[in-house]
């Protein structure tokens, strides 16, 4: 059976919603809680392996189940980007640079090996693991050239929040009119939510002096888990969003 959620406006809205929790939750335990950095990846790359190992285990798509690991998952690449401009120092354009490389060759040896990136097509462990794969480096990639355009650049995060709606909007255009195709279409604009997921979460959760609205790191999270809950619980009712054999 197939191990993940239909591709319908529910998706991408939990999936805005886990990428903002993923940058405002990391900056909570790091910073809120004084866990650090090496703290707050130890204790959140075990919980994202344990949601993983779970999540391979069932045998059909379970809400509940595969949203708790990309929220996992989103933490996880914010971690390891921050880690990377953190503690080693890497610039933010370098990590982009790593990371798209290591997701194009992600993409190369999965289509390579099973001949298909579609979504419903998940539905062996191999094709699972790939998935979420290449689903780690589009996070990590997206924190980087997040944060590389709101800071490094100087866009700020209103206006990064912007440009990567508005390009995801030229994608979805470009879709429609059968200029790209389908699962072209869901990997760009994948990759894209990220940061925009990101550049919101900022937005909201920095303080005034730093170009965003104050709320802070821990209000934040906790309105967007909020969200996500009260999504997945619909979607655990209805269904909704299950592809149909």
């Given amino acids: 059976m197939v191990k993940v959620p ?12 886990a990428t903002t929790v993923g940058e ?5 335990l790091n910073s809120q809680l004084g866990l650090g950095l090496s703290g707050t990846s130890l204790i959140m790359g075990s919980a994202l392996a344990i949601a993983l190992v779970v999540q391979f ?22 971690l390891i980007t921050d880690n990377l401009t953190d503690n080693l120092g890497v610039p933010l354009w370098v990590s982009s640079l790593v990371f798209a490389a290591l997701l194009i060759a992600t993409f190369l040896i999965w ?10 097509s998940i539905v062996t ?3 699972e693991a790939f998935y979420w794969l290449a689903i780690l480096f ?14 490094a650049v100087g866009l700020g995060y209103g206006l990064s929040a912007v440009v990567y709606a508005a390009v995801i909007g030229v994608v979805a255009i470009l879709w429609k009119r059968g200029l790209i195709g389908e699962i072209t279409a869901f990997w760009i604009a994948y990759i894209l939510t990220r940061p925009l997921g990101a550049s919101i979460g900022d937005l909201l959760s920095q303080a005034p002096k730093d170009g965003g609205f104050g709320l802070g790191p821990t209000n934040t999270s906790y ?21 149909k054999a």
Avoid: N
Wanted: hydrophobic residues 55%; without cysteine.
């Fill in 6 to 17: 239909a591709i319908t406006a529910f998706f991408w809205i939990i999936k805005v919603l």
């Fill in 24 to 28: 405002t939750f990391a900056d909570f």
């Fill in 57 to 78: 285990a069932v045998k059909k798509y379970i809400p509940v189940i595969y949203w708790l690991a990309i929220v996992l998952i989103s933490v996880a690449g914010t």
């Fill in 111 to 120: 289509y390579r090996g099973e001949r298909t990136l579609a979504m419903k």
């Fill in 125 to 127: 462990k191999k094709r």
């Fill in 138 to 151: 589009t996070f990590a990639l997206g924190t980087a050239t997040g944060d590389w355009l709101a800071e």
């Fill in 223 to 243: 309105i967007f888990l909020a969200a996500i809950l009260a999504a997945v619980t619909y979607l655990s009712t209805t269904k909704r969003d299950q592809i």
